[in-house]
């Protein structure tokens, strides 16, 4: 017997398996009841994204009932819609901070708080003034959401199922803006002065159920490491985990990163004292290393370039873009918007199950291909419109059939792949502060896009402006194909092979795919090589 079993050793031995498994080995043969546990957490960290996507898509439709009742003009409109966005970088700017010190979930509900009172200032305004001390209000809580959601979930979802769970803030974005678009044309019939006020106070709802089921969610297990917190850490990774093995695993790879020892195993330990603050910005900004650096300009360049193609201008002002193209009735153009709010949250719903599938990388070049056609044509057909006099049917049908290609396109890939990619790849202990300037960077181009497009549209028509938000979707789409490698499935370790590289990062991917298939390649051997 004892012979048999030393033979099976070594035939195992023999046969080239791996002997030390990582993360992706652990592939449960059926879905364990630890996932559900994860996506019930990231379902409930996500619904902060819901408070942001509200609140465009209200507002496309609101600032319509507002100007009437309010006799304010389209420059005060512009500024209405855009500076949510602006006031967002207040709370996206301390939410690193906040994080670290009172930890993932907490910061959750201070977002929701925030929100809460922003969406009840709105909705009892009597003038301008308090309107826009409600968006203000608004704006930080909303700054709050967008930064921790999707830190939140990619720290608490296991590695297999990472950009699944991580898409989840995008994807309650795009509920958001449905529900915005059909409370529009559900509070539309009321008298001009109340419909509005109701539409935008509405948004307090979603922020209370946010509040409340927060409190049933775990911390995050990479924060409760940070704090010594082992053992909760580990309670946590065993229920999001797919297996006790894959647990173990994490709970090392979050304290190899975090400088713990792996020998020290206690509930409570003493983590190596750490500055959050000059240092995490040293290492991050003023001396970041050859990796630190091309990290930071692929994630503010994916929040750029998310925003600058021009996405909020046709979701937050898609009823004036359908009266452009010659549909002329509130009712029809809120119902246009609602179609458009339909095919946004369709196509993010099949994004996320494409993104463990077929990775990130292929799915944003098609997404940015996409949208660069859908603006040219968006731009050209309403080019025809504005410069005939009469009604031009084909145009105005194929000004509508853009509009929602360029929602679909942009969910398809990269408005999930912005938030996924960049909560995955920024090391532990610069991710907070990494993902909140990632997220000032898209609120501040989001809000200069959606203060400048009533403006914008004027000084170069209508079809001017979508061209040249076409222009930058070539930019763009140049940026991704040379700079962003692919990143699914990877370890923190192999990040950081697979970062520094800049546009020679396929070298790197090639030789980290050559150790997966034979031997294991030493990340310092690989980086050697390719440099």
Known sequence: MTEMTDRKVEDNAVSGEPQNKRIEDFDPPEKPNANKFAIACATLACMTSILLGYDIGVMSGANIFIKDDLKITDVQVEIL????????????????????????RYTIVLSGTIFFVGAILMGVAPGYGLLMFGR???????????MIAPVYTVEISPALSRGFLTSFPEVFVN??????????????KLPVHMGWRFMLGLGAVPSIVLVVGVLAMPESPRWLVMKGRLGDAKRVLNKTSASKEEAQLRLDDIKEAAGIPMHLNDDFVEVPKQSHGESVWKQLILHPT?????????????????????IDSVVLYSPRIFEKAGIQSYNHKLLATIAVGVVKTLFILVATFLLDR??????????????????????????????SQGTVPWAIGLCITMVLFNVAFFSIGLGPVTWVYTSEIFPLKLRAQGCSLGVAINRLTSGIISMTFISLYKAITIGGAFFLYAGVGVVGWIFFYTMLPETHGRTLEEMEVLFGKYHKWKEANAMLKKGKQGDRVDGDEIKSQVN
């Open 81 to 104: 819609a855009g500076t949510l966005n602006i006031y967002s970088l207040i709370g996206s700017g301390l939410a690193g901070v906040t994080s670290d010190w009172i930890g993932r």
């Open 136 to 146: 203000f209000v608004a704006g930080v809580g909303v700054g709050y959401g967008l």
């Open 175 to 188: 509920l958001g803006i449905l529900l915005g678009y059909v409370s529009n044309y559900a509070f539309s």
């Open 290 to 310: 050859p990796a630190v650096r091309h990290i930071l300009i692929a994630a503010l360049g994916i929040h750029f370039f998310e925003q600058a193609s021009g």
């Open 358 to 387: 077929i990775g990130r990388r292929p799915l944003l070049l098609i997404s940015m291909g996409g949208m660069v056609f859908s603006l040219g044509f968006l731009g050209a057909s309403l080019t025809v419109i504005d410069q």
